[in-house]
């Protein structure tokens, strides 16, 4: 059975894997219809977010929000920058300086 981690028998699972959780049937059903989700507690609610994600109200979004961002904290606090750019002290991205 997919991400099931510890099982009864072969159609019921009592444990999923890191990037599953187990569904209404005793299965385990993936994380990724969640976007940017690593860990996930339902089909609708994200734990943590994958790099490129912020964790807001148990669903990710995109770092994208922030022009240059790589990784950020929330949508207007950027960890890192993507190549060509470099963190400034707004935390934001500024097109590196050649």
Do not use: E, P
């Amino acid at each position: 059975m997919n991400g099931c981690t510890f099982c009864t028998n072969s159609s019921v699972c009592l444990s999923c894997g890191s990037g599953y959780f187990k569904n209404t049937n005793n299965l385990c059903s993936s994380c990724t219809d969640l976007t940017g989700c690593l860990v996930c507690k339902d089909a609708s609610t994200c734990l943590f977010c994958d790099t490129g994600y912020y964790f807001s109200s148990f669903t990710c979004q995109s770092c994208s929000v922030i022009s240059g961002c790589y990784s950020c904290i929330s949508r207007t606090v950027c960890t890192s920058c993507i190549g060509g750019y470099t963190l400034n002290s707004n935390s934001g991205c500024d097109v590196a300086q050649v």
